[in-house]
């Protein structure tokens, strides 16, 4: 969607950190997400965040919030070639509902 | 827990040809979710239901989209007549409510070729 912006690609070896980065527009915005797809799959929820948070860590997984900025981004600790896929940050609004908005995606490569 | 499962997984039709998208939500949701995928547009939100009762359909392309919900185990996306710019990947999700803070899980999508 419109409102929300991420890259379209990173490259990164395998071993060394991965950080995804999105900007969102909408201020009122209660939850946000990431989800990962690969290859000829649906999209699978890695991780999420409440608006009124700074930060999440989930394993590998940190996910920061600047919500000045309107800033998410998720960094991946020791990328792994399995983590080859494209990641989406999707954001809910203030209507209650939980119908997402997503990026575009970022297409993040491993090499081995 | 089999997830959401749709169906077919790939569909290739001629232009103006009825096409129908099959979806089973996970067992016991109540929101569903119709997304239609591309390169250029990349995930657009169709249409939502509530309890099998269409809460916002305002992504609907145009009249040539319908969707159904019959029951909670089953909902139908149907284009009619369908068009080469219909062509991409159609995934239905479900959650189990509707509030912000319930996921949405994502069936493997439909990949729609339309000729």
């Known amino acids: 969607g419109e409102d929300v912006e991420q890259s379209l690609f990173l490259s990164v070896r395998e071993g060394d950190s991965s950080v995804i980065n999105c900007t969102y527009t909408d201020s009122s915005s209660t939850y946000l997400y990431w989800y990962k797809q690969e290859p000829g799959a649906g999209l699978q929820l890695l991780t999420y965040i409440f608006s009124n948070m700074d930060m999440k860590q989930d394993q590998r997984l940190t996910v920061l919030l600047n919500k000045k900025d309107k800033h998410l981004s998720l960094r991946i600790a020791d990328t792994q070639t399995g983590d080859s896929a494209i990641y989406f940050c999707a954001e809910s609004k203030m209507t209650g509902a939980n119908n997402l908005f997503f990026g575009t995606g970022t297409r993040l490569t491993v090499i081995p | ?115």
């Open chain 2, 1 to 115: 827990d089999a997830g959401v499962i749709q169906s077919p997984r790939h569909e290739v039709t001629e232009m103006g040809q009825e096409v129908t998208l099959r979806c089973k939500p996970i067992s016991g949701h109540n929101s569903l979710f119709w997304y239609r995928q591309t390169m250029m547009r990349g995930l657009e939100l169709l249409i939502y239901f509530n309890n099998n009762v269409p809460i916002d359909d305002s992504g609907m392309p145009e009249d040539r989209f319908s969707a159904k919900m019959p029951n909670a185990s089953f909902s139908t996306l149907k284009i009619q007549p369908s068009e080469p710019r219909d062509s991409a990947v159609y995934f239905c999700a479900s959650s189990p409510g509707t509030n912000y803070n319930s996921p949405l899980h994502f069936g493997n999508g439909t990949r729609l070729t339309v000729t």
